[in-house]
C-alpha cells in the first residue's frame, strides 16, 4: 500500500483550501487580501498573511500545472514598450502580448536599442518555444532591425493603431 504524502502535512485547515488559495492567487493575479475575500465568502476563515506565506511556500507546482494548462499561443504578437522610473532613473519596460490578450514576457531593460530588442527576442523565443506569425509593433527601428536577424521569415507590421492591443494593458504601470 503506498500512502501519498501531503506536502501540506502540518497545517491546520484541509489540502483543498489551500490548493484553492494558492490557485486563485497564481491563475488570476489577485491580491492576497482578494483571495481571502474569495475564501471568507465561502466561509473560510484566514488572514492574507497566512494565504501570502502558502504562496511562496507552494508555488513551484502550481505554475507547472497552470503552464501545461494554458493552452495555445496565438500566432500574431503585439510587442510595444513602455518608459517607467526607477529609483529616479529612467528605464524601458517591453512587453509582449499574443492575439488573445495573454501576456507573453516582460522585460525592464536601460536601453531601448537593437541590442535591448535583441535581448528581449532571444528570451521570448526561448520562453514560448515557437516563432509567430506575424509580429505588430510600432515603429521603433530597433524591433525591424532585431526581427531581420533573429527571424527574417516573420511578417512585421507597423501600421498604425495596430498595436493598440498591446499597449492598453500598459495604462495600470503608467
Known amino acids: 500500500m503506498n500512502k501519498q504524502i501531503s506536502v501540506y502535512k502540518r497545517h491546520r485547515l484541509p489540502d483543498a483550501v489551500i490548493s484553492r488559495a494558492v490557485w486563485l492567487y497564481y491563475r488570476f493575479s489577485l491580491s492576497f487580501r482578494e483571495v481571502e475575500e474569495l475564501l471568507a465568502a465561502r466561509g473560510v476563515v484566514v488572514s492574507y498573511e497566512t494565504i501570502r506565506q502558502w504562496c511562496f511556500k507552494f508555488p513551484s507546482s502550481y505554475a507547472k500545472k497552470l503552464r501545461k494548462s494554458a493552452g495555445k499561443l496565438g500566432d500574431t504578437w503585439y510587442l510595444d514598450e513602455v518608459f517607467i ?50 509580429i505588430v509593433t510600432d515603429k521603433l527601428r530597433s524591433y525591424r532591425a532585431a526581427l531581420k536577424e533573429l527571424s527574417p521569415g516573420t511578417r512585421h507590421v507597423t501600421d498604425r493603431y495596430e498595436n493598440n492591443r498591446a499597449e492598453l494593458p500598459h495604462q495600470p504601470t503608467r
Open 85 to 134: 522610473n526607477i529609483r529616479g532613473e529612467q528605464h524601458y519596460l517591453w512587453r509582449a502580448v499574443d492575439q488573445d490578450g495573454d501576456e507573453l514576457d516582460i522585460l525592464v531593460q536601460r536601453r531601448r536599442n537593437k541590442q535591448a530588442a535583441l535581448r528581449f527576442f532571444r528570451k521570448l523565443f526561448r520562453k514560448t518555444g515557437i516563432r509567430p506569425h506575424k
